[in-house]
């Protein structure tokens, strides 16, 4: 080991705070480090590389080392690095927002940039709050997501997100949220109540209890419903067909908005530039990020429907809220850059093409006794493991913990796969290539992961 690289290493371990990471697994280890990429591989500070199962985190669709996006962020900072959004425009802002009004569907033509997706989360519940203070109904403030769902750490998002163990120790957060169930129909029996129902049938339910939650807590209080077109947290959550066709409904008949949290969703990872096209249906307001830039610079947007802005376009009536970085210069041309890229190499129908073989290369790990479902939809999967196939008897908190901390996590690494093993509902494994990867990157995962869950079920 050379001496800088032992400096990065040493800095790493003693002054570096990691995000949503227990510090304890690095006492007596050192803290990987990754140091460059390449297309849908990323390489650590000894040299090893890896394939970057998890896209860095849902966000590198163009893969990594792309030269025209660090070209067109150097480009931009020589020619104006820095200017805020608040009442003051600059073009490559102006010119991101057009074209992101282009490719949304319905009147979604409004774009509220910020600098992440937690961010755009915030700013969509209080803009619904605003919103419907304006058009004379105060009282509409409160929010329904979905159980289990993620939609971020600021307080108002993470209230809104439906994972207790992430909100306890910032509790109280902001009041007005309310929890439904979400789409795991893999789990829809003990989730239900009741036995055997389609996919379809259980949509319907799914659905019905936000129509429930929203008479339960009084229509003239309930502002949106939040929900991503697959939920990510509890492992690839697809939308039953018609459950969102339904929650559209739902919402129009109880003025409710619509919120398409697309932070993952959105940008190519279903197949489509947003993910409620994927599914048919159009939100009042969509939040993204992440894969806007692929990861090249921070950016996030909240993209509102035409009538939302109607209270702000005259008198005094303003929006009280941004960011510093909102929207920054430098992002919007690397986002512009990276939208060439998705148009150039059409990025949308590889991954409509190849969405049928990746599904089949993870199909095929079902044979495995500890694969108990494969769920997701275009480059977004994950596998639900299991204890007992049969009864679909998932691990007990100590066998999770002992599973995917203890074993899996490390073991997939190792074998020169990032992924994610995670435990946020049921334990699972969640894969989300760059969108460029294709039939070579489909059979390295679908190996690695035979060989990884082999050996994790024979220490079992």
Not at 241 to 269: K, M, N, T, W
Request: hydrophobic share 40%.
């Amino acid at each position: 080991m050379t001496q800088p690289e032992h400096d990065v290493l040493k800095a790493a371990q003693d002054n570096l705070w990691l995000h949503f990471t227990r510090h304890s697994s690095y006492q007596q280890s050192e803290i990987p480090t990754i140091v460059r990429g390449e297309g849908s591989y990323i390489y650590d500070i000894h040299g090893k590389r890896y394939l970057d199962g998890l896209a860095g985190l849902f966000v590198v669709q163009v893969g990594h080392g792309r030269q025209e996006l660090a070209e067109a962020a150097a480009k931009q900072a020589q020619e104006l690095a820095f200017f805020p959004l608040w009442s003051y425009a600059h073009p490559k802002a102006a010119e991101l927002a057009q074209r992101l009004a282009e490719q949304t569907p319905g009147d979604l033509n409004r774009v509220f940039f910020t600098t992440g997706g937690g961010e755009a989360v915030e700013t969509a519940w209080k803009l619904a709050k605003q919103y419907y203070k304006e058009i004379g109904k105060p009282l509409k403030h409160k929010v329904i997501s979905r159980q289990v769902a993620y939609h971020g750490t600021p307080q108002g998002a993470l209230s809104i997100t439906g994972i207790p163990a992430f909100k306890q120790m910032f509790e109280p957060l902001v009041p007005g949220s309310v929890r439904v169930p979400n789409t795991n129909h893999y789990r829809a029996d003990e989730i239900s109540g009741v036995a055997g129902m389609t996919p379809e049938e259980y949509g319907r339910w799914a659905a019905d209890r936000v129509a429930q939650a929203i008479e339960m807590e009084g229509p003239d209080t309930v502002a949106a419903v939040f929900a991503e077109p697959v939920q990510n947290a509890g492992g690839c959550l697809p939308p039953p067909p018609g459950y969102f066709q339904r929650l559209r409904e739902i919402c129009d008949e109880y003025d409710v908005l619509l919120v398409s949290d697309e932070v993952i969703c959105a940008f190519g990872r279903l197949g489509t530039m947003f993910g409620g096209q994927k599914f048919d249906y159009v939100p009042d307001i969509i939040t993204c990020a992440k894969g806007l830039t692929s990861g090249y610079s921070p950016i996030g947007a909240m993209i509102a429907h035409d009538r939302l802005f109607e209270p702000f376009k005259s008198g005094e009536t303003m929006f009280a809220h941004g960011y510093t970085f909102g929207g920054h210069p430098v992002s919007s041309a690397v986002a512009l850059a990276n939208l060439d890229i998705f148009e150039r190499e059409d990025l949308l129908g590889h991954v409509t093409k190849n969405e049928p073989l990746f599904r089949q290369t993870l199909d095929d790990l079902r044979d495995l006794p500890i694969v108990g479902d494969v769920r997701g939809s275009g480059y977004f999967w994950g596998l639900e493991l299991v204890k007992d196939k049969a009864t679909k008897e998932t691990f007990s908190a100590e066998e999770s913990e002992r599973l995917l901390r203890g074993f899996l996590s490390k073991a997939l690494f190792e074998a020169g796969l990032y992924c994610r093993a995670d435990d946020r509902g049921d334990p699972v494994i969640q894969l989300a290539p760059p969108l460029i990867a294709g039939p070579r990157e489909f059979d390295e995962i679908g190996s690695i992961l035979r060989g990884v869950l082999t050996e994790a079920w024979a220490r079992l």
